[in-house]
């Protein structure tokens, strides 16, 4: 346990887990970015707090993202807001070398990747009260009942959360599965260390783009729920 912080109990057996690591297809591209720019821009996995200053080279807030997929979005982000650290957490390798790709490409120098398990990391890597902010985009809705305990946003792992976000720091979720957004609206709105930034969903903010993925999903009718709940400044 990370001196200082508190790692709700039920978080410390990662036997049940959001993902499952499938063999997807990687192109060449993602393959060179993986091989080439993961030593440069990858940080690896450790069970201490991770050094936020020695990883980006400076001294400024920090953002992370959850499941960043192949990393258009946060690529764009990155880039529209320069004065701030991205470190974001994939386990799929295509993912990781496509945005190692767009890195390289754009001359991102504000973030950086760790490939491992989302809850081990905030659990062992991020000190408590220390990140402007968390993205988690697109979660897996897991949406057969017998999955929904593979789902990433719990109890334990929203309270994990709510501990690692600074006062003012917002966790901001977006997804497109209506029934699990109610039932995240549940579970963040049970969290007494954050608010609730909006009555119940937020309007999308400027700052997150609209994905590929997201805009098809637009054209076609569905509808997307965006949460951001901010973290109390007096707990």
Known sequence: MIAGSSNPPALLDRRIRSYVLRQGRITRAQQRAYDALLPRYGIPYAQGPLDMQQAFGRVAPVVIEIGFGMGEGTAQIAQANPHLDYLGIEVHNPGVGSLLDRIERNALGNV??????????????????????????FPDPWHKTRHHKRRLLQAPFVSLLASRLAPGGYLHVATDWEEYAQQILSVLSAETRLANSAKTYAPRPDYRPLTRFEQRGVRLGHAVFDLVFVRNASQ
Do not use: N, P, T
């Not at 950086?112 to 985009?137: K, P, T």
């Open 112 to 137: 950086r990747v760790v490939q491992h398990d989302a809850v081990e990391v905030m659990r062992d890597m991020i000190d408590a009260a220390s990140l402007a902010g968390v993205h988690v985009f």
